[in-house]
């Protein structure tokens, strides 16, 4: 079982029961003691669980002495907390900092989160989403789908029985679920500011590499205005399977440094980075000397060797904005102009990338 997997049925058990034992846990999940632990560690660090002794709980924010019940109640509900639904594909990968900010957000502003996590499976989705919406009985929802929305679900969507706010989604224009409120990182530029980056170190051919999800189509938008506007050469069809890049696929890039004079890489996400900078190494590549590497998502790019620049989008703050325009919809009814607010990613320069 992958980490991810681990992580995720830890969180659902201690959803779904309040409250698990660790001899029960390491029995369900099939791992020794030692595993099970650094695995609760890692998420009660993001907040997402509470170690007690012998097991853990679920993280709650409603109780006294809590963030959210030392906070006064918004104004929206008089004597009553809000309750905002959260639903993310994953809490082990890029959302645990969006999920971070949002909770953060909620306390401050006295409200009450509740997190439902759908493993990228859209019956999940739509199963979770109804238990937060009647068996959770929240105000608002704030809703990471497993893709990008479009005509096929936006109708869905747009049904949603309380204000929904799109996190880290924006459905295309003119679909039932456009009228949504949304916050999302403006991936585009981030990928633009990666390939930009590259051009002013002087690289003049550069690749994309990544695997097909729901944000890889916009960071490909951004990789190829760049090669346009500042008029480099390139590609953005090094694709990668989604359990990492093959043998063959490695073959693919070492060719494209070898043999087609690509000298940088834009490589979205950060686990495929890592795992493509070990292939390489393997091949004999050198990085930065042969050819520079910009990771795209900032998870875990500052661990590897040598030091990844990366894309960072602003997870946190999509969180906290998200709860901002969830709330402020509450508080002001329907007739408030919808919003689609973009946050700018960073680009964080570190050793992978040198001039040419």
């Known amino acids: 079982m992958f980490v991810e997997q681990r992580h995720e049925l830890i969180l659902r058990e201690v959803s779904e029961r309040g409250s698990v034992r660790l001899t029960e846990l390491v029995e369900r999940v099939g791992v020794s003691m030692v595993t099970l632990r650094r695995d609760v560690e890692h ?3 993001q907040g997402l669980l509470k170690r007690v002794h012998g097991g853990v709980t679920r993280v709650r924010t409603d109780l006294p002495g809590s963030p959210a019940a030392d906070t006064p109640t918004t104004p929206a509900t008089g004597d009553t907390t809000l309750t905002i639904g959260m639903l993310v594909p994953s809490a082990t ?7 971070k900010g949002a ?7 006295g409200a009450r989160l509740v997190l439902g996590v759908s493993r990228y499976d859209e019956a999940e989705e739509r199963l979770q989403v109804a238990q937060l919406v009647a068996g959770g009985g929240v105000d ?4 990471t789908t497993t893709r990008q929305p479009d005509e096929s679900h936006g109708g869905w969507l747009a049904g949603l029985k309380v204000p929904t706010v799109l996190v880290e989604r924006r459905a295309g224009l003119g679909g039932p679920a456009s009228l949504l409120d949304a916050v999302a990182s403006h991936h585009a530029h981030g990928a633009f500011l990666g390939v930009r980056h590259l051009a002013d170190l002087g690289h ?3 690749a994309m590499v990544t695997r097909e999800s729901p944000t890889a189509p916009r960071v490909r938008q951004g990789f190829e205005a760049a090669l346009r506007d500042l008029d480099l050469s390139g590609y953005a069809d090094l694709g990668i399977d989604q359990e990492g890049p093959s043998h063959h696929q490695v073959g693919d890039v070492v060719r494209a440094v070898r043999a087609e004079g690509v000298t940088a890489l834009l490589v979205h996400n950060d686990e495929d980075a890592l795992l493509l900078v070990q292939h390489l190494r393997s091949a004999g590549v050198t990085i930065p000397d042969e050819v ?8 875990v790019a500052a661990l590897s060797d040598p030091p990844l620049t990366a894309v960072a989008p602003p997870k946190s703050a999509v969180g ?4 901002d325009l969830l709330i402020r919809r509450l508080t002001t009814g329907p007739h408030t102009p919808r919003q689609h607010i973009a946050l700018l990613p960073e680009l964080r320069p570190r050793a992978s990338t040198r001039p040419r």
């Open 93 to 99: 990968y890029y959302y645990p900092a969006v999920i």
């Open 320 to 323: 906290a904005h998200a709860v």
């Open 103 to 109: 909770r953060e957000q909620a306390a401050k502003l």
């Open 204 to 206: 003049r051919r550069v």
């Open 292 to 299: 520079s590497i910009v990771a795209y998502d900032d998870e």
């Open 43 to 45: 998420l009660a660090a």
């Open 140 to 143: 608002g929802l704030l809703l």
